[in-house]
């Protein structure tokens, strides 16, 4: 029993030393559940700067647009990519094909978005590892 469940810690990529709690993924990693690497932070950067929080609420949690913590544990990274590059015009959710941010951060925010919804990131704003 023990064993096991040593063995499903491992699994989820958490690391548990000197008193610090660090979750790392294929998208981010998360130290405290509030600091994250430096991709992660640009991700938040650029949530913050383009204000996705306008539609999507200041916790990701959902106004006239979907809750993403939601939406991050179902839709694909393609679809993420092909949704934030084109919109969905009539939905309202609009193309950010021609902000350079959201292009060049593309992965930093699905990073972030990921860790938001896996719960990994446990506060909406984040600060950088030390
Ligand atoms: C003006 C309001 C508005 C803004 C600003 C906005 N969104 Fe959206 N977003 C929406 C709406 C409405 C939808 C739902 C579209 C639909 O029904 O398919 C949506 C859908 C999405 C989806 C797909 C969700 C799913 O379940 O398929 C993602 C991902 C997303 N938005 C991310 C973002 C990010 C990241 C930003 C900032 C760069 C952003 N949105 C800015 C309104 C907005």
Partial sequence: MKSKFV????AAGI???????????EWYTV?????VDKNTMNGFRTWRALACDRCHGANQQGMVGPSLLESMKIISKEDFVTVLT?????????AFKTSKKVMSNM???YGY???????????????PIK
């Fill in 113 to 127: 978005l990921k860790g938001r919804s896996d719960g990994a990131i446990t506060k909406s704003k984040v600060k």
């Fill in 86 to 94: 084109e919109g969905r015009l009539e939905k309202g959710m609009p």
């Fill in 7 to 10: 063995a499903a810690v491992i």
């Fill in 15 to 25: 690391a548990v030393y000197a008193g610090a709690e660090e979750v790392k993924t």
């Fill in 31 to 35: 130290v405290d559940g509030t600091m």
């Fill in 107 to 109: 992965d930093n925010l």
